[in-house]
């Protein structure tokens, strides 16, 4: 089993930066993939990247560009760097792990994003 969990947001003025951490423990061997999600107010949860176990990344349309995934593997820890933050950026932001395949069916806290305008 993997307990994942999510700090570094905040709130941040429209064209700022923040970086978001995932922090793994338990059965981190047997992640093949993190990714990042976020889900703002009155709207569905999405995929915004994710980082495998090679050097592959996906990233949402919305954020290319301006979010960068990264991983420690010595740290066990994913990183999110958002930058050119805009006002539609604001969302709670939760981390996931894909096993065998299969993501995670239970969510953290997650870390709320506010960028204002």
């Known amino acids: 089993q993997v307990q994942l969990v999510e700090s570094g947001g905040g709130l941040v003025q429209s064209g700022g930066s923040l970086i978001l951490s995932c922090a793994a423990s338990?059965?981190?061997?047997?992640?093949?993939?993190i990714g990042w999600y976020r889900q703002a107010p009155g709207k569905q949860r999405e995929l915004v990247a994710t980082?495998?176990?090679?050097?592959?990344?996906f990233y949402l349309d919305s954020v290319k560009g301006r979010f960068t995934i990264s991983r420690d593997n010595a740290k066990n820890t994913v990183y999110l760097q958002m930058n050119s933050l805009k006002p539609e950026d604001t969302a709670v932001y939760y981390c996931?792990?894909?096993?065998?395949?299969?993501?995670?069916?239970?969510w953290g806290q997650g870390t709320q994003v506010t960028v204002s305008s």
């Open positions: 338990g059965s981190t061997s047997s992640i093949n993939a």
């Open positions: 996931n792990a894909r096993i065998g395949g299969v993501w995670q069916s239970s």
């Open positions: 980082i495998n176990s090679g050097t592959g990344a």
